[in-house]
C-alpha cells in the first residue's frame, strides 16, 4: 500500500513536497504522475529521480527506501493537478498506485 | 507517439465488453503493454499488463477471471475483453506503455465504462 496525503498547498514560486509512504519499496523504483483536470496522466519522475524528456528540471524525486518525495520548484500555476506515486510490486507482481495528492497552488 | 482507446460505452450489469488501444508511432512487439482505470472522483488502479510476445499476462485481483488481456501486434493494437462486469468496474480506462523499471511512459486520453442497469 502506498499512502498520500490527500492534498497540498503551495503559493506561487514556492516549493511543493509531495510524499509516497510504503512499508518498504524493496528493490522496487518510485515513479510519479501528474493528472491534470480531465486530461491523461503524464510521467513526471521515473525510477526514483530520474526526469523523462520535456519535463521541466523544476520536478525532482528522491527515494529513502520507506517514503519517496516529489518536490516541485518555483511553483507555477499550471502545475496544480492531481500527483499519483506508482511502483511495480515485485512480490505480487502487480503495478501499484498511491492514492494521489492534489497540488492547490494559491 | 500514440495510443488511442476505444469501446467504452454503458452496459448492463453482467454483460461483456471490450476495449481497444490502438497505437502509432512505436511498435507494440517490442514493449510491455498495459491497463489502469480510474473510478469517477477516485484514483488510478492498476488493472492488467502483458508481455510483449504476448505469453504472460498479469491481472489486479478484482479482475482476475474476469478480463483477459490479448495482443495483436501486426495491428499494433491491444484488447482488453471484460466479462461480468459490476457497478465497481464503472470509470475511465487508461491503455499505457510500460517504460523502465516498471513505469508507464505513455498513456492514451482514456474510454469511459459505465456499468448500470
Known amino acids: 500500500v502506498l499512502t498520500q496525503a490527500p492534498s497540498v498547498s503551495v503559493a506561487p514560486g514556492g516549493a511543493a513536497e509531495i510524499v509516497c509512504g510504503g512499508d518498504?519499496?524493496?528493490?522496487?523504483?518510485v515513479h510519479w504522475y501528474q493528472q491534470k483536470a480531465g486530461q491523461a496522466p503524464v510521467l513526471v519522475i521515473t525510477?526514483?529521480?530520474g526526469r523523462p524528456s520535456g519535463i521541466p528540471d523544476r520536478f525532482s524525486g528522491s527515494n529513502s527506501g520507506t517514503a519517496a518525495t516529489l518536490t516541485i520548484n518555483r511553483v507555477e500555476v499550471g502545475d496544480e493537478a492531481d500527483y499519483y506515486c506508482q511502483i511495480w510490486d515485485t512480490r505480487s507482481d502487480h503495478g501499484v498506485f498511491g492514492g494521489g495528492t492534489k497540488l492547490t497552488v494559491l | 507517439e500514440q495510443l488511442v482507446e476505444s469501446g467504452g460505452q454503458m452496459v448492463q450489469p453482467g454483460r461483456p465488453l471490450r476495449l481497444s488501444c490502438q497505437a502509432s508511432?512505436?511498435?507494440?512487439?517490442?514493449?510491455?503493454m498495459c491497463w489502469a482505470r480510474q473510478g469517477p472522483g477516485k484514483g488510478l488502479e492498476w488493472v492488467s499488463l502483458?508481455?510483449?510476445?504476448?505469453?504472460?499476462?498479469k491481472y489486479e485481483d478484482s479482475v482476475k477471471g474476469r478480463f483477459n488481456i490479448v495482443r495483436d501486434n501486426t495491428g499494433n493494437t491491444i484488447y482488453l475483453q471484460m466479462n461480468r462486469l459490476t457497478s465497481d468496474d464503472t470509470g475511465r480506462y487508461f491503455c499505457?506503455?510500460?517504460?523502465?523499471?516498471?513505469?508507464?511512459?505513455?498513456w492514451g486520453q482514456g474510454t469511459l465504462v459505465t456499468v448500470s442497469s
Open positions: 502483458i508481455l510483449p510476445d504476448g505469453r504472460d499476462a
Open positions: 499505457a506503455r510500460a517504460g523502465t523499471g516498471g513505469s508507464f511512459d505513455l
Open positions: 508511432g512505436f511498435r507494440i512487439s517490442l514493449t510491455t
Open positions: 525510477s526514483d529521480s
Open positions: 518498504t519499496f524493496g528493490d522496487s523504483r
